[in-house]
C-alpha cells in the first residue's frame, strides 16, 4: 500500500531507552520505516493522535503543556471579550469554553507527576480569581464556595465513569481488565500484578496507565456506588461522594496534606465513614 509521505508520521517507543547502543549514528538506521523504495519514513519524536500529543518516550508533559497553553489563551479571549465578572457567567464561560480544553481524552493521559498537575490546575486557579469578590481568596476555600472539583479530582471521575462503563458493557474493554464480585464490598476490579522481567521505568509507565490507575479508583468508591446499574443515578451519587471529602490539589506555592487522591483519602481514618467505615 502506498503511504503519502506528506501526511503520514512515525514514531517509535523502543523498549530499553537506556541502552548504550541507541546513541551510536548507525543504529537510527534500523527505526526508519520504508514504505516504498522512494519514500522513507524518519521516526518523529511527539505526533498528534486524535487531538492527542504522544510522545516517543510515553510522557505526558508536552500533551499537558500545550493544552494547559491554549487553556489560558481560550480564558485571556473570553475575558477580554466578555466584562461581567459575575459567578454564573463567568462560571457557564469557564465550563463551556476552557475547561473542556483541559480534559479531552484525559483517562488516557492522567498525570501523576506534581508539576504536570500543578500546570494543569493553574488554568482553574487563575480563571476562578477573576470572579468578582474572590481574588483574595485561597483556591482551596474558593472550590467550595463554587462548589466546584479540581481538576484533578474530575479527571478521577472521568476514569471511574469509564470504568462502570467497562464494568456495564457500554464501551468496548480493549484492555481486557477483569471484575469480580464479593459479597461484602460489590464489584470490584482486578489489578494486574507486577511484571518482574520490566525496567523500573517501564514498570512505572505501566503503573501510571488507565490499566492500573482505573481498577485501582474504581476499588476505592465504596459498595453503595459500584452495584448501581443506572448511569444518571452513578453520575449522580459518585459526584455527591467526590464532593464529600476535601478537596485540595497540588498548587504552586502551598504543600497539600497528600497527594489530594482518592486513593490517599481513602486511607484517612478520620473519613472512613464515608466509605461505610470499611477500607479494602
Not at 506555592?253 to 481514618?269: A, F, I, K, Q, V
Amino acid at each position: 500500500m502506498a503511504l503519502h509521505k506528506d501526511k503520514f508520521e512515525y514514531i517509535c517507543h523502543r523498549f530499553n531507552r537506556g541502552h548504550d547502543l541507541s546513541i551510536l549514528p548507525f543504529v537510527s538506521e534500523l527505526y526508519k520505516y520504508s514504505v516504498s523504495d522512494k519514500i522513507t519514513l524518519e521516526p518523529v519524536q511527539q505526533l498528534r493522535d486524535l487531538g492527542v500529543l504522544v510522545s516517543s518516550n510515553l510522557s505526558w508533559s508536552p500533551h499537558i503543556a500545550a493544552i494547559a497553553n491554549k487553556a489560558r489563551q481560550k480564558a485571556s479571549w473570553v475575558l477580554s471579550v466578555f466584562h461581567t465578572r459575575s459567578t454564573g457567567i463567568m462560571l457557564t464561560l469557564y465550563k463551556s469554553m476552557v475547561r473542556s480544553l483541559v480534559e479531552y481524552c484525559c483517562p488516557l493521559w492522567h498525570p501523576t507527576l506534581i508539576r504536570d498537575i500543578q500546570e494543569l490546575e493553574s488554568v482553574q486557579k487563575t480563571f476562578t480569581a477573576r470572579i468578582a469578590g474572590l481574588r483574595d481568596m485561597h483556591y482551596w476555600d474558593r472550590l467550595v464556595h463554587l462548589s466546584l472539583m479540581s481538576l484533578q479530582r474530575r479527571r478521577e471521575r472521568f476514569i471511574i465513569l469509564h470504568m462502570w462503563k467497562i464494568l456495564n458493557q457500554k464501551t468496548s474493554n480493549d484492555l481486557d481488565i477483569q471484575f469480580v464480585s464479593r459479597p461484602r464490598f460489590g464489584n470490584l476490579a482486578v489489578i494486574p500484578s507486577k511484571r518482574p522481567s520490566s525496567s523500573a521505568a517501564n514498570q512505572s509507565l505501566y503503573d501510571n496507565s488507565f490499566a492500573i490507575q482505573g481498577p485501582k479508583l474504581w476499588n476505592a468508591i465504596p459498595y453503595h456506588l459500584n452495584v448501581i446499574n443506572d448511569i444518571e443515578q452513578f453520575k449522580d451519587q459518585l459526584t455527591k461522594f467526590m464532593l464529600s471529602f476535601p478537596d485540595q490539589p497540588p498548587i504552586r506555592g502551598y504543600t497539600p496534606p497528600n497527594s489530594n487522591s482518592l486513593l490517599c483519602w481513602r486511607m484517612e481514618r478520620g473519613l472512613s465513614s464515608l466509605w461505610g467505615g470499611q477500607r479494602s
